[in-house]
């Protein structure tokens, strides 16, 4: 009776170590799965930092694009002011029969330092082109109008009539118009004219540096 007894308690002891076996090998096979899911974290967060690197370089190429645009804006709106604005810096008015004076006045204004631009109606209108037109765009294409008044002057209809084009600015165009008599007595000086000065043919040069010192001083005030 006494070793039934005895066995009874070691048969119960028996149980509990087998269930606390069992316990701990299903723990220590869950233990890799959780090693590997935290391995999987790291990785993630380590990758984030590398995409994030590309925004900085978008935004410096973003800002360069505006310096561009602003340097060509100033760039246009310097050339289309000031002498470069119109095609002539001079025109020329004079009769058919003084072309070969307006000829030299063109040619010394052209050949000086200043390299004056001038429209000279016989070798710079355009053929087949309307008179009344190219005169009136001759004109207003011209920052100065040099009226070259003489005899022939004085009788030619279309040298009268860019004249009074001409003058029709004069209240807003001190300097622009340039009058130049040759030929003529003081006297016969045009009625239209009496508000301006003129320069006199007389001189040595034929009155044509003082010509040329009128358009750039005028030039020097629209620089």
């Known amino acids: 009776m006494a070793s039934s007894t005895s066995s009874a308690p070691r ?3 028996r149980k509990p170590l087998g269930k606390m076996a ?3 090998r299903q723990a220590l096979s869950k233990k890799p799965k959780k090693i590997l899911e935290s391995s999987d974290g790291p990785s993630s967060d380590v990758s984030q930092p590398s995409s994030q690197d590309h925004p900085p370089r978008l935004d410096l190429s973003s800002t360069s694009s505006p310096t561009h645009v602003v340097a060509g804006s100033s760039g246009s709106s310097s050339s289309s002011s000031g ?3 119109k095609d002539y810096d001079v025109c020329v008015c004079h009769s058919e029969e003084d072309l070969a004076a307006a ?3 063109v040619s010394y204004l052209e050949g000086s330092t200043a390299s004056l631009r001038c429209f000279l109606q016989l070798r ?3 053929p087949g082109g309307a008179i009344v037109s190219e005169l009136c765009q001759a004109l207003s294409n011209s920052h100065c109008r040099v009226l070259l008044i003489t005899p022939g002057f004085l009788q030619d209809p279309w040298c009268k009539y860019q004249m009074l084009q ?3 600015e004069a209240p807003g165009a001190e300097g622009r118009t340039i009058p130049l008599m040759s030929g003529l007595a003081r ?3 045009p009625a239209e004219l009496r508000f301006m000065y003129f320069v006199d043919g007389r001189g040595p040069d034929g009155g044509f540096r003082q010509v040329k010192e009128a358009v750039m001083r005028y030039l020097q005030t629209i620089s």
Request: proline share 0%; charged share 25%.
């Open 103 to 105: 000829q030299e006045l």
């Open 124 to 126: 710079d209108a355009t």
């Open 11 to 13: 048969s119960r002891s």
């Open 83 to 85: 002498r470069w604005s």
């Open 22 to 24: 069992d316990w701990f």
């Open 166 to 168: 001409a003058l029709s």
């Open 187 to 189: 006297a016969a000086y």
